[in-house]
């Protein structure tokens, strides 16, 4: 059923339709209108599960480490200062195989204090073994939502669903609601490999010497690997169901494109926009959405870019001493092919900065006006900034 | 009491503890009061080594090993997880050192405490951060030597009285425990698996590698403690109802000092002032019980 809802109501309502039994949750804007509903779905009964109201995020996913390990699927969203807080722990539930899904909405870290959205917290948490997907819209965050139960309960790993604070998580948008019966035929109830037993009692997350310890990552690494597969896989099954699918990265006009722009998050929608103008114009441009950051779809990247002559990659975040990161990995992803495009970087949007038609327009131009790109990073729409003495 | 407690072992022989270590005889008789049906939660501390490397378990029943602060959250998780899956027969246990109790992990067992989640945390108090070498911790007593509190800088600050904290907390029970009483022990791990809502225990282990003790010493000065009145054994129900189940008046605490390296260096005079800390705290402990010495 068509409804209209908040970004932050699509992942309830998915929430709720996965059978999600233990929710955990701090507040943290823009977050709180998540787990504001979840909460409510448990008080009323409209879910049969057990939200723990803890005292910090760090205590929060440790409380799902714990209820994971004993069988029960679990959920959590957090944001920026949050998800920096749990960094520790996101390394542990990786580790530990725990297929927990959790939600961030992408808001810029202090100092200083600024609610809006950058997508610096999420990516800064590249290297802790986290699936992670980023959405353009509010159908996209439900459907994602619900496929990510699946993703992390097929591989063991976690899976991160990352939207943008605000432009998605409190806009309204027509969404489209599927019935719980067959939100069901997806997406059956848990069934963990393992588990917390007293009647097969075996101990989770020992000490581990360097006899095995790489065996163990190693076997992490295979099933980020696998993801990549099942991803596509489970995207069919559910196209088969529901009618939806997106694709770990979707490529538009890049057939015969000469230059094309990456995006992710919500600049999609607005960049999805100026190409159908500068395409009225003649204009050989396409677009390279990026939903899935990791595991990062080399392949799919190559075959998208490929062809062209420049590819301008959009970053709302930045790794200091380096770049924005989509630009840095899909500049080594590119590095396999024998003829590469030159690849521009750009940063905009930081700190929840509108990122308008206008503003991609200029990008489009000054890397279809240069040749190769005046530096490393080019930081779009800085203004001249007099500092109080 | 069951007397058939003492013959239930959960616990294999193999562990990697050292030799005389207090928080393995803690673990050791504490199982015997929770039996089969229990699930424990394993902060990092001496114990994530004592139950052994993968692919060995010292443990016949289910451990998780967790991150340091995170006992009281980890906990609070597998409780609701049985709950969901309906089982109300399992007790939860958190095991942890005093690092992971006192200091580190002090948030998360305060907010599951708070929360009145329904299982045991045990901390196993050596009084200094043992795993990583003997470092200081809110627990270490005033006057010791720790690697972190070395030659004339020892420890001139008072432990954490972290009952009273709990108590503070208004949980339906909390109660000390010493290695060198297993009959109190074992009736106080058996009351406070029969209670619902949270319920701390505060377990009294020597450690003869960290206090400069020769290792068959250490259930003697395990002993001591009580008997000096340094740690004295009593339990409080819902936050007021004291009940002191000891009331020694055997040692004075400089026996108990003379016999650990890591006091070697206090004089008489620093002996003294911690014996009147030691009777201060006792007269308080006294006062809350409304008893008399
Ligand atoms: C976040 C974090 N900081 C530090 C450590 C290192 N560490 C592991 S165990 C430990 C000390 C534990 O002390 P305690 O809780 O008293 O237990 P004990 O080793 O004395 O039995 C420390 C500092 C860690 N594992 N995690
Ligand atoms: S260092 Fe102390 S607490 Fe740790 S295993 Fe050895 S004796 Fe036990
Ligand atoms: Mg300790």
Known sequence: MKRVLEGSHAVAEAVRLANVQVVSAYPITPQTHIVEIISDYCAKGKMNAKFIPVESEHSCLAALVGAQSAGVRTFTATSSQGLALMHEILHWVSAARLPIVMVDVNRALGPGWNIWTDQTDSLSQRDTGWIQLYCEDGQEVLDTTLQAFRLAERVNLPVMVVLDAFFLSHTYEPVDVPEQKEVDRFLPSYSPRFNLDTRNPYTLSPLVTPAFYMEMRHDMALAMDEAMTCFAEIEEEYAALFNRRYGSVEAVTCDDAEIILVTSGTITSTTRLLLEELRAKGEKVGLLKMKMFRPFPVEAVCRALGRAKKVAVIDRNFSFGAGGVFAQEIKAALYKLPVRPTVFGYIAGLGGRDVTTDILEEIYIKTRETDLPSQESIWIGLQEVKYAN | ?293
């Open chain 2, 1 to 293: 009491m069951q007397i058939d407690a003492y013959d239930r072992e959960y616990m294999c022989s193999g562990h990697v503890g050292c030799a005389g270590c207090g928080a393995t005889i803690a673990m050791r008789l504490f199982m015997k009061a929770m039996g089969e049906k229990t699930i424990m939660v394993l902060p990092a501390c001496c114990w994530s080594v004592i139950a052994g490397p993968y692919p060995q378990s010292a443990m016949k029943i289910p451990v998780i090993h967790t991150a340091f602060e995170t006992g009281g959250a980890t906990a609070s998780g597998v409780r609701a997880a049985l709950d969901m899956k309906g089982d109300t027969e399992t007790s939860v246990v958190t095991w942890a050192g005093d690092g992971g109790t006192f200091d580190i992990g002090f948030q998360s067992l305060s907010g599951a405490v708070e929360r009145n989640e329904d299982f045991i945390y045990v901390c196993y108090d050596n009084e200094a951060y043992m795993n990583t070498g003997i470092q200081r911790s809110s627990s270490t007593p005033y006057g010791a030597w720790t690697t972190t509190t070395p030659g004339q800088d020892w420890k001139r600050l008072r432990k954490k009285n972290i009952v009273e904290v709990l108590v503070a907390h208004r949980i339906p029970y909390v109660a000390t425990a010493n290695i060198a009483f297993p009959e109190d022990l074992i009736r106080k791990a058996q009351k406070a698996k029969s209670i619902k809502g949270s319920k701390f225990l505060h377990i009294f282990a020597s450690c003869p590698t960290g206090w400069r003790i020769p290792s068959e010493m250490s259930v003697k000065i395990a002993r001591m403690a009580v008997q000096t009145n340094i740690f004295p054994l009593y339990e409080v129900e819902d936050g007021i109802h004291y009940t002191i189940n000891h009331k020694p008046k055997e040692y004075l605490v400089r026996e108990y000092f003379k016999l650990q390296g890591r006091f070697r260096h206090l004089t008489d005079k620093d002996l003294d002032q911690i014996q009147t800390m030691v009777d201060e705290d006792w007269g308080l402990l006294l006062k809350k019980a409304g008893e008399r010495s």
